[in-house]
Structure formats: C-alpha cells, structure tokens
C-alpha cells in the first residue's frame, strides 16, 4: 500500500514539472518547429518593458557636443522677396519644427539654449519671409532654439525695446534659455555662418546692412539683430521702457553695455552682411523728438529704466506650428 501511494505522488510531481516546462518553453519549441528548427536569435528574445527607455537614455547621455563650426554651414545665400510662401508651405519645408517654434537637433548636444525674440505689430508678410530663410538656416547651426513673436496690442505708439523686455521675461518662463537673439522681423542674414549664437560679450550680428551699403554706419550701431547672454541682459537692465515711436533705442542700448564695462563684438563683414525687407514706416512708429530727451539722460536713469521697472501684462499667448505668439499690452506714452 505504502508503495503505491509513493508511486502516485512520484507520478503527479513529475506531470507538474512536465505542465510547467511546456508553459514557458512552449511558446519557443512553437517558433523552432514554424523556422525548421533554427534556433531564435538571443536579440530577438522578449525583453523587459523598460530596456528600450534604458538604452535610449544611454543613447542620448553618450551624444557628442556639437561642433563649434556647424558641418553644414554653406556661407553666401542668396536672398530674394520676390516670392512668398504660405505658412502651412513653411512648416511642410521644415518638419522638424515642433510646436511653439522649437528645435533641437538629435545628433549631437547642443551648444547653446537659444530664445529667438521678435518685436511685433502688423507683420505678418515680412515674418513669412523670415520664417522661409531663418528655419532651414537655425537647422544647419545646430542651436537649440525657441522663437517668440511679441506682439504689441491696440494702435498705440509702438515701443520695440520694451517688446524686447517682455519677450526675454516671458522666454525665461521655459526651457532654461541661455542666450537671447533680439531680432527685427525684416533682417535677413545674408551668410549661414553668421552664428545665431552668444559669445563673451554682447554681439551684433546686423553689421553689415544693405541699407548702408554693407558698413556700419557708425560705431555706436547696435541695431537689427544683438545677441546677450541673460548675465549680459541682466549686466545692463535690458533695454529701456521709455523710447515709443522709433529712434535711439538701439544706440541707449550701445551706451549701456559700455557704461557696464563689455564691448561690442561683430563678425567680420563678409560673415554679417544681412539683407532688410524694404517697407514704409509703420503707422504709429513715427520718428520722436522725444526720445532724444530719453537718451539724453540714460546715464542717471538706467539702473531704473529697464527689465527691473517692466511692467505689461499678457492678453493672449498662442502656441503655433513655427512659432510662439504672445500678444501683450504695454500702455501707452506719457502725455
């Protein structure tokens, strides 16, 4: 009796051992039999969920940085305003665009953290060229990079440096930007390697304008496109609140950054040679007398008269496919 029993329980051990073999193993035997036998190579083994985010996060800590010279860079371009195109046209010619007007390349890491500031009001024709020219150009730079469209609500008098503050304190809201392009929507740049990028000091890339027939008309110019790292910015209050209408604040800024004890550097100028859009002057960005007065007395008032004293408020903030937009009201003129 007692070796019958023996022999039952003998017998059930092993058909579980032969039921659980069959369930792991079977799934395997079923795929050797359907390949003839050919053993499944091990690469091709189930893994776990999380391998793939494992190797794709070693992936990205083992990216290089990328290169001081960009490898693409093709230096003249040659720029036309003959044709437009549309801005779903823009946005098929360049996919790798993401919302809000950010890139970053996948191939290597980047240098710089850059946020791409455009003061703005009435626009929209020359932002598609920028757009057409500008994106394919920021690819080939290798720069990680965001662009801000601020735009200046109502029909007030338009004031492009207080934009510039409003666009370096709302960029700094995101993605830890370290370098800051302050930028006219109608200059284009007419070489690739003319680096939207910050360097030691504060930089110029507009150096060289068609408008003076490709000089610099005098060396306070600091118009068109500058580049600040945020110490730089920061160094010098931005830009003053107080010039409305157009003229002079691009030389205040000059007296700032050399009142702060750093110079102004430039590319050479077959490197900054930029292409401006031709156009009448806007309506509310009349040339005034004023501003003469402001400048006049920057010496005593920057230390108040900047980021620190900005004041606006945001009526609307739109994440587009190339683009950022932010619509803002800034007031208006003292009477």
Not at 57 to 85: H, M, W, Y
Not at 168 to 191: H, R, T
Not at 205 to 219: E, G, N, S, V
Request: glycine share 8%.
């Amino acid at each position: 009796m007692k070796r019958k029993v023996f022999a039952a329980l003998a017998l059930s051990s092993l058909l579980s051992c032969v039921f659980l073999y069959n369930s792991s193993a079977g799934p395997r035997l079923r795929h050797w039999r359907q390949t003839g036998g050919t053993p499944r190579p091990a690469d091709s083994l189930p893994t776990p969920s999380n391998a793939t985010v494992v190797n794709e996060s070693s992936k990205a800590d083992q990216l290089a940085k990328c290169p001081v010279n960009p490898p693409e860079l093709v230096g003249p371009l040659r720029i036309t305003f003959d044709q437009e195109q549309s801005l779903e046209e823009i946005a098929e010619l360049n996919p790798y665009v993401t919302l809000g007007g950010r890139y970053k390349p996948n191939d290597c890491e980047p240098l710089q953290r850059i946020a791409i500031i455009i003061p703005f009001r009435n626009r929209d024709h020359h932002l598609r060229h920028w757009l057409y020219y500008l994106l394919p150009i920021l690819r080939r730079q290798q720069g990680e990079y965001g662009i801000f469209i601020i735009e200046q609500a109502g029909d007030n008098t338009f004031n492009r440096a207080k934009l510039l503050n409003v666009g370096f304190a709302e960029a700094l809201k995101e993605n830890g930007y370290d370098c800051f392009i302050f930028s006219d929507v109608d200059i284009i740049p007419e070489n690739d390697k003319n680096l939207y990028r910050c360097g030691g000091n504060p930089r110029h890339l507009a150096c060289a304008m068609d408008k003076f027939k490709y000089r610099l008309p005098y060396k306070g110019y600091f118009g068109g496109v500058v580049a600040f790292t945020k110490d730089q910015y920061l160094k010098i209050n931005g830009f003053s609140n107080n010039y409305w209408g157009w003229g002079t604040e691009d030389d205040d800024t000059y007296m700032r950054v050399t009142l702060n004890g750093m110079t102004v550097d430039r590319p050479d100028n077959n490197i900054g040679r930029t292409k401006m859009i031709r156009h009448e002057r806007d309506k509310g960005n009349e040339v005034n007398e004023k501003n003469y007065v402001v400048y006049n007395r920057m010496k005593y008032t920057r230390h108040r008269d900047g980021y620190k004293s900005l004041k606006y408020s945001v009526i609307k903030l739109e994440k587009r496919p190339l683009f950022t937009k932010i619509t803002v009201d800034i007031g208006k003129p003292p009477s």
